[in-house]
């Protein structure tokens, strides 16, 4: 670490690290630039204790530095090598109605030239990516053939240079994951580890160009442009998973750019392509913005989600993009803001005990009384188009509402296991997880298994460890199943050294090993 003295009124990150911080909001510029965890400027947090925890967040933190600065000099040294490159453009952005604007945003021949793939790879690696890695990203999204099935997403890539490099980066990643499954890219010595790596840093940077370029410019941001935006925060996430707040804090800025007036009428020109994108793209947002606030304890974000299913004037349905029914999703998102707000009157010394059981007893009745409801229509509806507990919405939706049951728990009375609440919720999930008639989605549902795997009994944690350790997909590295599995085995293995007495639950877990997992 640098000899200069230690930041005492910058963020907990750049405190950490020694380095002067500019103190920007809702994160810093010093963690931007380098793709780290700004912890912001609340109270201490519970890693900053002078011992193991403080130590293994500044190595965590060392690492991610010497990662983002390894992939800058590569990416800079492929550009230098594609200095003698023809120079011709590629069209940026599209107007609403999907036609190219050429003025608009140019990416020049050295960048696509740097990502190019022989035309047969190209369509390769493009099919790949729509018929194995997009539904592997989300695999309960099940468009209808009569609303085009997946066209929209294709139509988007290719009018979009930088989104479409993106995905054949994806899906160059993903194709490296399987021939070397138990080996780091940056260890390998598997054919085209190398080369798939440095087709991904330069996609990253492409995206960046793209977002970049599209912010900076002097006209006002289009719809689509917003649109665009979104769906690059998404493939930056799934590119690069460590910065993943910053991009979530940067989509909160699009979201809210889109809910103007003058947006919303401009919707009404939007090709049929950018509208079923932008129904997707905000309600992947929602989505990792309701669960951002059970990883980080805050709901910072939340906003961004009440945002993205607004955007749709009820037309978003989070079931139709993650499987779970709303209603599900919006009471997690309830319990994370109850956490956060326990938590402030905690430290403020004024924490009502009453009130605090009182806001939690009405989550939990809104939970029981929809799981109820989603029940007896089951059973007793005759309408073809209820869901029955066969099907995997119901299955779904059912999981979560049962760990959400753990998590307000938990919120309530803490991580202890063996409390009757807590202990119910965690065999009710387990139920609805055994439920699946396929096991293979059962892998997909991190949340679930997280939240309700940090309270498993010893004699459980076979059942929780299975799915997590074999992933929702082939290749270890794609995804973040062994950083969930890491999470819970530190959870397990603190309650057995310590025979019970000490408890963690998964956020704590989180601060120990110096990881923030979206739990996606």
């Keep these: 670490m640098s000899s200069k003295s230690r930041s005492t009124t910058g963020c907990w990150t ?22 780290l965890t700004c912890h912001g400027y609340g109270a201490r947090p519970q890693w900053m204790d002078g011992q193991g925890r403080e130590r293994r967040m500044a190595e965590s933190i060392r690492q991610a530095v010497k990662e983002t600065a390894s992939q800058k ?41 740097s990502l190019a793939y022989s035309d047969e790879d190209e369509a390769s690696l ?32 290719m009018q ?17 994951s399987i021939r070397c ?56 996430i799934a590119l690069e998973a460590r910065p993943w707040r910053v991009h979530l804090r940067a989509a909160s800025i699009f979201v809210d750019d889109m809910r103007t007036v003058g947006m919303q009428e401009s919707r009404r020109e939007l090709s049929s392509s950018y509208n079923l994108a932008l129904y997707f793209f905000a309600g992947v947002m929602a989505w990792y913005d309701i669960l951002s606030c059970v990883t980080t304890g805050a709901k910072s974000f939340c906003h961004c989600a009440l945002g993205c299913l607004a955007i749709g004037d009820g037309f978003i349905q989070l079931d139709k993009v993650m499987g779970c029914q709303s209603w599900a999703m919006i009471c997690i998102m309830e319990i994370a803001a109850l956490d956060e707000w326990k938590r402030g009157e905690q430290a403020c010394g004024r924490l009502s005990v009453r009130e605090l059981a009182s806001r939690a007893a009405d989550i939990e009745r809104k939970l029981e009384g929809s799981l109820d409801e989603m029940a007896r229509a089951a059973l007793h509806s005759p309408e073809s ?6 099907d995997p919405v119901y299955l779904i939706t059912q999981a979560f509402a049962c760990a959400a049951l753990v998590y307000v728990h938990v919120v309530v009375s803490g991580p202890h296991p063996q409390l009757p609440e807590i202990r119910n919720g965690v065999v009710r999930t387990l139920a609805a997880l055994e439920a699946f008639p396929d096991r293979q989605m059962v892998r997909a549902l991190f949340w679930p298994l997280c939240i309700a795997g940090a309270m498993a009994l010893e004699k459980e944690e076979e059942f ?28 397990w293995r603190v309650r057995k050294e310590e025979n019970g007495a000490r408890t963690l639950e998964w956020r704590e877990a989180m601060e120990r090993l110096g990881v923030e997992v979206l739990l996606v």
């Design 14 to 35: 750049c405190r950490l690290r020694r380095k002067k911080c500019d103190e920007q909001s809702p994160a810093c510029s010093v963690c931007t630039s380098l793709a």
């Design 73 to 113: 000099r590569r990416a800079a040294m492929l550009r230098r090598n594609q200095d003698s490159a023809p120079s011709t453009s590629l069209s940026g952005t599209n107007t609403a109605d999907g036609s190219s604007s050429p003025n608009d945003c140019t990416l020049s021949s050295s960048r696509s030239s």
């Design 126 to 157: 493009l099919m790949h990516y729509l018929d194995h890695v997009f539904p592997l990203q989300f695999p309960f999204y099940k468009p209808s053939i009569l609303d085009g099935g997946r066209g929209w997403l294709l139509s988007i890539l």
């Design 160 to 176: 979009t240079k930088p989104l479409y490099y993106a995905a054949l980066s994806l899906a160059a990643y993903h194709l490296q």
């Design 181 to 236: 499954p138990s080996v780091k890219y940056a260890e390998s010595g598997c054919w085209g580890a190398a080369r798939a790596q440095e087709q991904r840093v330069l996609a990253i940077e492409g995206l960046r160009k793209h977002l970049e370029a599209i912010s900076g410019s002097a006209k006002k941001r289009s719809l689509v442009d917003n649109i665009e935006m979104l769906c690059s925060m998404v493939l930056l």
């Design 385 to 390: 188009s209820a869901l029955k507990p066969q």
């Design 464 to 491: 929780f460890r299975g799915p997590v350790a074999q992933g929702p997909v082939c290749g270890p590295r794609f995804g973040n199943s062994s950083k969930v599995l890491a999470v819970l085995e530190e959870c």
